[in-house]
Structures are given as structure tokens and as C-alpha cells.
T-cell receptor, first 114, second 114 residues
């Protein structure tokens, strides 16, 4: 079946450190891949997405590349800030027709210290 | 000009009571969702409506009953509340089903059962 696996948190980094949050998936057909971010006390919001293999999604300094050969969509940022402290969710949209739906990872909590 | 708004933001009540959460979106989307997020941030889809028609009904106790009076509103009624219902409930909306288009979330309703 379709599934998403994210690295477990919490992840704790110092400001300006490099961030990688791993996400791998299992899916049939042609999934779309997403990263959502949830800041404290708020709902989730879309951070970036990629709809086909080799696409790179980017936003707010974050990037993720849709790698079909490794079934991965790892989230990266070169220099994190305290304001990036949040929970990050990897998700995939897969399935056919009316069975297509969004499948969520478990979320990875990130804390950035000054 | 809030896109997806939920009320109330906080709900504290006794076990056995019945309560409702309301959700409204002004984005013109045709699909709305209810999610439950537990204390470990695990996100679980509960229901989804497309043009007022129920399209996703995950394994949820029948004490939970959604109602969509029109495309812009999706309410959630919960009967005989139990301790395990304590969680944050998120409403979301999107244009189209299947997760291809980004989902827009409200800020959540924090339900605490005493």
C-alpha cells in the first residue's frame, strides 16, 4: 500500500546549522509529494511540493527533490533560523480516481536554538 | 479575512457531554476535511466532504457525526465525549479531492475532556 516514513524527532539544531529531514515513500502510480509545516499553536500550511520525478520544490530557503530512484523527498535548508522551529510533515498524494488521497507522515519536530 | 476558521478555539468539557465544532472556509473550495491530531502530533484524517457529499469516512466511532450544510461549511458533532477524544481537531479545505491541490488548515480546536 501507499505509505510515508519520516525520520523521528525531535531534531535540535543551533541557528545557522544545516537541516535535513528524511522522508521516504511507498506508492503505486504517480504520486505527488508535499512538505507541510506546523508552527506552534497553528494549523498546518503547505511549505513546498513536487508533482513528478526530479522536480525540486522550494520555499523560504527550504528545498526537496522528488527522487523516484530512491523513493525519497528529503527536506533541506542550508541555514536554519529560530523561527523555523516547528513540526514538519511529509505527505504524498497517491491512488487512482476516487481512491486518491493524501497520506501523512508522523511529523518531525524541529527546535532551533539561538 | 481568515481563510479557514474554526470555532471554538478551546473546548473544555466533562466526559459524557455532547459538543459541536464549526468550520467555515471562504476560499471557494469544494472539499473540506476533519483531522484529529493527538498529543504526539500524529495527524489522522476523519472525514472528507466534496460538494456536501461524504467521500472519506475513516474508522471513526459513530459518536462523531459530520454535517456539511453547504460547500463552505463543515461541522463536527461529538456525542458522549470520552477521555480519549481529547486532542486538537483541525478543519481543512482544498479545491478538488485526492490531495493533488494544497490543503488549507484552520488553527485547530483544542478539546479537553475532564
Amino acid at each position: 500500500g501507499n505509505s510515508v516514513t519520516q525520520m523521528e524527532g525531535p531534531v535540535t539544531l543551533s541557528e545557522e546549522a544545516f537541516l535535513t529531514i528524511n522522508c521516504t515513500y511507498t506508492a503505486t502510480g504517480y504520486p505527488s509529494l508535499f512538505w507541510y509545516v506546523q508552527y506552534p499553536g497553528e494549523g498546518l500550511q503547505l511549505l513546498l511540493k513536487a508533482t513528478k520525478a526530479d522536480d525540486k520544490g522550494s520555499n523560504k530557503g527550504f528545498e526537496a527533490t522528488y527522487r523516484k530512484e530512491t523513493t525519497s523527498f528529503h527536506l533541506e535548508k542550508g541555514s536554519v533560523q529560530v523561527s523555523d522551529s516547528a513540526v514538519y510533515f511529509c505527505a504524498l498524494s497517491a491512488g487512482a480516481g476516487n481512491n486518491r488521497k493524501l497520506i501523512w507522515g508522523l511529523g518531525t519536530s524541529l527546535a532551533v536554538n539561538p | 479575512d481568515t481563510a479557514v476558521s474554526q470555532t471554538p478555539k478551546y473546548l473544555v468539557t466533562q466526559m459524557g457531554n455532547d459538543k459541536s465544532i464549526k468550520c467555515e472556509q471562504n476560499l471557494g473550495h469544494d472539499t473540506m476535511y476533519w483531522y484529529k491530531q493527538d498529543s504526539k502530533k500524529f495527524l489522522k484524517i476523519m472525514f472528507s466532504y466534496n460538494n456536501k457529499e461524504l467521500i472519506i469516512n475513516e474508522t471513526v466511532p459513530n459518536r462523531f457525526s459530520p454535517k456539511s450544510p453547504d460547500k463552505a461549511h463543515l461541522n463536527l458533532h461529538i456525542n458522549s465525549l470520552e477521555l480519549g477524544d481529547s486532542a486538537v481537531y483541525f478543519c481543512a479545505s482544498s479545491q478538488g479531492t485526492g490531495g493533488r491541490q494544497p490543503q488549507h488548515f484552520g488553527d485547530g480546536t483544542r478539546l479537553s475532556i475532564l
